[in-house]
């Protein structure tokens, strides 16, 4: 096996793979270890919330282990060690889980201010060549050349292609963007750092995409597949995301033919 291919297997296995998480609520101020054992490299410390909004703390597995429990820590996807006696199973879902909400995401924003907001950054960026613009100010792209990557082919009308997130933000939003703060969810929504977080493509495939993961749905391009199933896995580890069962089967099975 390839070693970036085997690396990519591995990162399957490690991340999270629930779409029904278990969590424990913290009872009494306690540490967060990072082995199950208090001599170990202390990551936190963690205190009981309120009454009516009490801390939990996501369970890794439900196996304990010299009697701590392995967790996420708050508002990340590292993981530590809690001992049984400062916590209790916390019958049900998180709580604080809110339902998703396009609205919730909010785009396309003008983040540095030059009247072009993300839609026609990402355009520009994807252009195969010098783009037309809607005159006066350059702050609409009203003609270029681009390549829809998902089908490989060719376009000159802005207005024939969406702007995708490759992990679309319903996705993303139930595999734990919903526990992000409004202004993580903003950044995730407008993302340019990553020039494979965003892609301009044809709008009717975009919308054949939806909110489909790999084990609903692959660009018909197959040459872009491999591409397509790395970044996703990317995505996913870099903002904290879990990937459900049929998502990690559904990768595991398409890179047995990827040759990274």
């Known amino acids: 096996m390839h070693a970036v291919q085997a690396v990519l297997v591995l990162l399957l296995l490690v991340m999270s793979t629930s779409q029904a998480a278990e969590y424990l609520e913290v ?31 996501e369970l890794v597995t439900t196996e304990r282990s010299h009697g ?12 530590g060690w809690i001992y049984k006696t400062y916590v209790r199973r916390h019958p049900g879902p998180e709580p604080r889980h809110e339902a998703y909400r396009r609205s919730l995401y ?4 003008d983040a540095d201010g030059d009247c072009q907001d993300t839609r026609q950054e990402v355009l520009i960026r994807d252009a195969t060549g010098k783009v ?3 005159k006066p100010r350059k702050c609409t792209v009203v003609r270029g050349q681009w390549i829809d990557p998902y089908t490989g082919k060719t376009f000159r009308e802005p207005r024939q292609l969406d702007i995708d997130h490759v992990v679309p933000l319903k996705n993303a939003h139930e595999s734990g963007a919903w526990k ?7 950044e995730y929504a407008n993302y340019l750092i990553d020039h494979r977080h965003l892609l301009a493509v044809k709008g009717s495939e975009n919308r054949k995409k939806g909110a489909k993961g790999p084990d609903e ?13 790395k970044e996703w896995v990317k995505i996913k580890r870099d903002w904290g995301m879990s990937l459900s069962d049929s998502e990690r089967h559904a990768v595991a099975d398409f890179t047995a033919d990827c040759a990274f």
């Open 27 to 57: 009872r009494r101020e306690a540490t967060v270890y990072a082995e199950p054992a208090k001599n170990s490299t202390r990551l936190t410390d963690v205190a009981p919330g309120e009454s009516n909004k009490p801390l939990l703390l």
């Open 68 to 79: 701590y429990y392995p967790v996420y820590l708050p508002d990340s996807r590292k993981q």
């Open 106 to 109: 909010k785009h396309w924003i």
């Open 132 to 134: 037309d613009f809607e």
């Open 180 to 186: 992000w703060s409004s202004e993580k969810r903003q």
């Open 217 to 229: 749905y692959m660009p018909p391009d197959i040459a872009f597949r491999c591409d397509y199933l």
